[in-house]
């Protein structure tokens, strides 16, 4: 199966966020792919609010049964997020559940004005009532096929691979 190039998704991804964003527009990437593309999205939309990064390994609804994974990262947010604009921002959306996490950890922060997701690839497959609004490239993928997964380079570039998992995200 051939995956589309995960830097062509990024531009795409820019381009339909730079006329959405202004400078208190919040960006929030979702650990640990999600950060990634957030990372390149906030340095090519130039955004002037430092990024935020949340880790929702705490608010999965599959926490009891995956337990704890190593390299939990700390959660940030350097700005104020009452009454902001977020853009949350994955890497791949699959089932929903992890915008679904990441919405209820962005929320003890504070209640935003408005959060859209972007994200970097919709492969379909919700199990949640879950949209993005902005959307680098569509993957229709069958259900139990092999998870599609962001890597990142030694150069910093970002690539898509084949992972073999019935895990949901």
């Not at 608010?59 to 337990?67: A, E, L, S």
């Not at 929320?107 to 379909?124: E, I, N, S, T």
Request: aromatic share 6%.
């Amino acid at each position: 199966m051939k995956l589309p190039d995960a830097e062509q998704l990024l531009e795409a991804l820019a381009a339909q966020l730079r006329p959405h964003v202004d400078e208190e527009t919040g960006l929030v990437g979702i650990h640990t792919g999600g950060v990634w593309v957030a990372e390149r999205l906030h340095s090519l939309l130039g955004m002037r609010l430092p990024l935020g990064t949340l880790d929702i390994a705490f608010y999965r609804d599959d926490f009891d049964k995956r337990g704890l994974k190593p390299g939990i990262q700390a959660s940030k947010l350097a700005f104020d997020v009452e009454g902001r604009d977020i853009i949350l921002v994955d890497d791949i959306l699959y089932t929903g559940r992890t915008a679904r996490a990441a919405l209820n950890l962005l929320f003890d922060y504070g209640r935003p004005g408005c959060v859209r997701l972007a994200a970097l690839l919709d492969r379909g497959g919700r199990q949640l009532p879950i949209c993005a609004q902005f959307v680098g490239g569509v993957l229709e993928l069958p259900p139990h096929t092999p998870m599609v997964v962001l890597a990142k380079t030694s150069n910093g570039r970002l690539a898509l691979t084949l992972e073999e998992s019935t895990d949901a995200r």
